[in-house]
């Protein structure tokens, strides 16, 4: 059964950083595509950018280019999403999904990031 | 980055009816090399993450009820729902996978009349 576990939610406060993982299950991790994508209360989908497992291969939206960080950790099939200097705006539930070929995208849960003072 | 362009907004429509949604995209989706169009159609359950329905435009995810129906080519794309259910109260969106960035349209709330 495929699976995309994300972790908790998170309080930061401005300026600094969150991680967000995503553990996968039920697939052949490295044959896959991991995007990250937010969502904030308007219920606007935004993309942040995604990860090729098994090439490495990483594409940022040119808006987070240099804030965003996408890694992936093949061991555990788990990859991962930090975004740093962090302002109230960055308050949404982000999502990972992953591509399985080109059939469309499976989601996780959300995870839901407050970015406060 | 390509614009994806849902309408309408919002539409109620009463049970056992047709409701149909439309995207468009800013430029094609289509992908030459294998006559695939890399468009994808999601429903969304308030508190819930979005739901993969279809796939290429038309291919109907594994599980999903066959009153969901996808078409169109290129730019332009038809989500419908042929006899609503009361289970299919949700938002839906569009979602280009051909270039990056990715994009999403708008969405769709679908409700009950």
């Known amino acids: 059964q495929l699976r995309l576990v994300q972790s908790g939610p998170e309080v930061k406060k401005p300026g600094t950083s969150v991680k967000v993982s995503c553990k996968t299950s039920?697939?052949?991790?490295?044959?896959?595509?991991v995007q990250w994508v937010r969502q904030t209360r308007g219920q606007r989908l935004e993309w942040l950018g995604w990860i090729v497992v098994g090439s490495g291969k990483i594409t940022y939206a040119q808006k987070f280019q240099g804030r965003v960080n996408i890694t992936r950790d093949m061991s555990t099939s788990t990859a991962y999403m930090e975004l740093s200097s962090l302002r109230s705006e960055d308050t949404a539930v982000y999502f990972c999904a992953a591509f399985l070929g080109s059939t469309g995208a499976h989601w996780g849960q959300g995870t839901q990031v407050t970015v406060s003072s | 980055d390509i614009v994806m362009t849902q309408s309408p907004d919002s539409l109620a429509v009463s049970l056992g009816e047709r409701a149909t949604i439309k995207c468009k995209s800013s430029?094609?989706?289509?992908?030459?090399?294998?006559?695939?169009?890399?468009l994808a159609w999601y429903q969304q359950k308030p508190g819930q993450s979005p739901k993969l329905l279809i796939y290429w435009a038309s291919t109907r995810e594994s599980g999903v009820p066959d009153r969901f129906s996808g078409s169109g080519s290129g730019t332009d794309f038809t989500l419908t729902i042929s006899s609503l259910q009361a289970e299919d109260v949700a938002v839906y969106y569009c979602?280009?996978?051909?270039?990056?960035?990715?994009?999403f349209g708008g969405g769709t709330k679908v409700e009950i009349k």
């Open positions: 430029q094609s989706v289509l992908y030459s090399s294998n006559n695939k169009n890399y």
């Open positions: 039920g697939f052949t991790f490295s044959n896959s595509a």
């Open positions: 979602h280009q996978y051909h270039t990056t960035p990715l994009t």
